[in-house]
């Protein structure tokens, strides 16, 4: 069975600065997809990035990178140059290709503060 | 991405009513949408799949008669929470994945229920 766990209920960060929230999974299929989704205070859930296991290249949205290690199965976001509006649940999940079924990890919470 | 919309954004109530939720997808067909249940601080739990022209296909544990999904359409699901109990006060979100399951899935912005 597929897992993905982050390990770090809880995080904080001052604004302008970087931080880096971990996810590791757990599959033995080779073609599947990465995701970190944000949920505000909203709870509208906002898709950050995304990342193709086939692909060795890093994903990268603007402030928002990845560390995808797929030997490891980790996939560590890295938000640059924090904003107050970055605080938020934070969720990674795993897909594999061919199925329907969007695996959450346990999420992290995160909070920028001035 | 997908546009999604879900109504109401939040609902309460009496014990023993039924209530129903709208998925609508606003910009993409979509022959399948998903129904998750989310408690308060807590992850995002899948409850069942909508298909278009066939049922709904339902995650262990999850009562297909307590909760009735019909996909009317290519851009509408509906979830409808029969005879509702305390219980079944939670966080209910909608997905609409692109290109397949295997894609992004775009979610709504939820359906807070709250039972009496």
């Known amino acids: 069975a597929q897992t993905v766990t982050q390990s770090q209920p809880e995080m904080s960060v001052q604004e302008a600065e970087t931080v880096t929230l971990s996810c590791t999974y757990d599959t033995s299929e080779n073609n599947y997809y990465l995701f970190w989704y944000k949920q505000p205070p909203s709870r509208q859930m906002i898709l950050v990035i995304r990342q193709e296991a086939y692909k060795q290249q890093n994903a990268t949205e603007n402030r928002f990178s990845v560390n995808f290690q797929k030997a490891a199965k980790s996939f560590s976001l890295k938000i640059s140059d924090s904003q107050l509006g970055d605080t938020a649940m934070y969720f990674c999940?795993?897909?594999?290709?061919?199925?329907?079924?969007?695996?959450f990890g346990t999420g992290t919470r995160l909070q920028v503060f001035p | 991405g997908a546009v999604v919309s879900q109504h109401p954004s939040w609902v309460i109530c009496k014990s023993g009513t039924s209530v129903k939720i709208e998925c609508r997808s606003l910009?993409?067909?979509?022959?399948?949408m998903f129904w998750y249940r989310q408690f308060p601080k807590q992850s995002l739990m899948l409850m069942a799949t909508?298909?278009?022209?066939?049922?709904?296909?339902?995650e262990q544990g999850v009562e297909k008669d307590k909760f009735l999904i019909n996909h009317a359409s290519l851009t509408l699901s509906t979830l409808t929470v029969t005879s509702a109990h305390p219980e079944d006060s939670s966080f209910y979100i909608c997905?609409?994945?692109?290109?397949?399951?295997?894609?992004?899935?775009?979610f709504g912005p939820g359906t807070r229920l709250l039972v009496l």
């Open positions: 910009d993409f067909q979509a022959t399948t």
């Open positions: 909508s298909n278009e022209g066939s049922k709904a296909t339902y």
């Open positions: 997905s609409v994945p692109t290109s397949g399951a295997q894609e992004t899935q775009y």
């Open positions: 999940a795993f897909i594999l290709v061919g199925t329907d079924k969007l695996i």
